[in-house]
Structures are given as structure tokens and as C-alpha cells.
Antibody, heavy 123, light 106 residues
């Protein structure tokens, strides 16, 4: 059974950065793509980007290009999402989510999710 | 980027009702459309993938259909535990987009 466990809540000042982790267990890290999806209070879901650890590739949503960095440590099966230049509008719950790989192709759907990490940006 | 619209944005129904939500993509996405259920304070849960495939363990009262730009999602016999917000999500050209969501309540 795949499990994704995320790091705890963060409170950050505007202009600073935050780094959230997502540790995978269940033995599928090497055959998965891991995405980050955020949800502002009372709002919908927004995809930010993904990493495919076994390929070493990343992709980012256009609106986050240059401000988000997604990395992975294969030795600990952990993915990270770092968001810089934080502003109040970045206050949200950040989820990691797994998309199974089908060979070298992304399946396109998220079958396992982390529990979410609340990031609050406030002066 | 591909944009997704969902309708309705919210609906009220009764136990046992048949509920249908539609999702439209701004471009042809073939079959690459998925549906999720999200309850307050929880992560989304995958229900339907590739437009019409039921995820393992999901009750058969949930179903999906469509292709190209127009898709639908149906709950055939609404149960109390189905009260949630439902999102469609597309995957095309290596990018993901979610619809704005449909809130289902009694």
C-alpha cells in the first residue's frame, strides 16, 4: 500500500521561501511521478508541477515557472517542493500526489495523495 | 493551456437521486479526463480515470463517460457519504488542469 507522508504546517513571512517534503513508502517511488497540488482556503485544486525521480525530469505549471522547484531524493524516497518569493496569496494547503508511470509515460491521474501541508504566509 | 469548466458549480439532491456533473475542456483531450471526490479537510480521492474507468474499490454507483471535449460524471443512487466536492482533471501535453469543482449536498 502506497503512503505519502508530508511535513508539518509552516508559517512564513512574505518574500521568504518554504520547502515541503513528501516521503513515499510502499515501494513505488522509482516507478512513479510525484506532483504538487495546492488548494487555497475555500478554493479549488491547482497543479504546480511534477518530478519523475527515475527519469530525473521535472515539469512546472506556467504560472509557477521560476518560483517553484521540485526535487527528489531517491535514497530516502522523498520529494520536496520549494516555493520562493512567498506572498499572502500563497497561503494554501499543499498536497503531494502520485501518478503511476506506464513505462516512460505518465498515467495522467493521481491515485495516492499525501495528507496535505498548510502553509500560511503572513507578516 | 487547456481550461476546464464544470457545471453546475453546486447542486442539492436527495438520497437515492441520480446526479450528473459535466466537464468541458477547451481543447480535445481524447480520453484523458479523471474525476475526484474531496471531503472537507481531506485530500482528494480518485474515482474515475481515463474518462470511464472505475478506480479499484470505488462503488459502482459512480460512473463516467465522454471523450474529446465533453465529459460527464454520474452518481446513480446518491448516498449520504457522497456529500462532497467533485473535481474533473485533465492531462494533456504533459500538463495537468483541474476543473473548478461541483459541490454536492442535500
Amino acid at each position: 500500500q502506497v503512503q505519502l507522508v508530508q511535513s508539518g504546517a509552516e508559517v512564513k513571512k512574505p518574500g521568504s521561501s518554504v520547502k515541503v517534503s513528501c516521503k513515499a513508502s510502499g515501494g513505488t517511488f522509482s516507478s512513479s511521478a510525484l506532483s504538487w497540488v495546492r488548494q487555497a482556503p475555500g478554493q479549488g485544486l491547482e497543479w504546480m508541477g511534477e518530478i519523475v525521480p527515475f527519469l530525473g525530469t521535472t515539469r512546472y505549471a506556467h504560472r509557477f515557472q521560476g518560483r517553484v522547484t521540485i526535487t527528489a531524493d531517491k535514497s530516502t524516497s522523498t520529494a520536496y517542493m520549494e516555493l520562493s518569493s512567498l506572498r499572502s496569496e500563497d497561503t494554501a494547503v499543499y498536497f503531494c500526489a502520485r501518478a503511476p508511470q506506464i513505462g516512460y509515460d505518465n498515467s495522467g491521474y493521481f491515485d495516492y495523495w499525501g495528507q496535505g501541508t498548510l502553509v500560511t504566509v503572513s507578516s | 493551456d487547456i481550461q476546464m469548466t464544470q457545471s453546475p458549480s453546486s447542486l442539492s439532491a436527495s438520497i437515492g437521486d441520480r446526479v450528473t456533473i459535466t466537464c468541458q475542456a477547451s481543447q480535445d483531450i481524447r480520453k484523458y479526463l479523471n474525476w475526484y471526490q474531496q471531503k472537507p479537510g481531506k485530500a482528494p480521492k480518485l474515482l474515475i480515470y481515463d474518462a470511464s474507468n472505475l478506480e479499484r474499490g470505488v462503488p459502482s454507483r459512480f460512473s463516467g463517460g465522454g471523450s474529446g471535449t465533453d465529459f460527464s460524471f454520474t452518481i446513480s443512487n446518491l448516498q449520504p457519504e457522497d456529500i462532497a466536492t467533485y473535481y474533473c482533471q485533465q492531462y494533456d501535453k504533459l500538463l495537468f488542469t483541474f476543473g473548478p469543482g461541483t459541490k454536492v449536498d442535500f
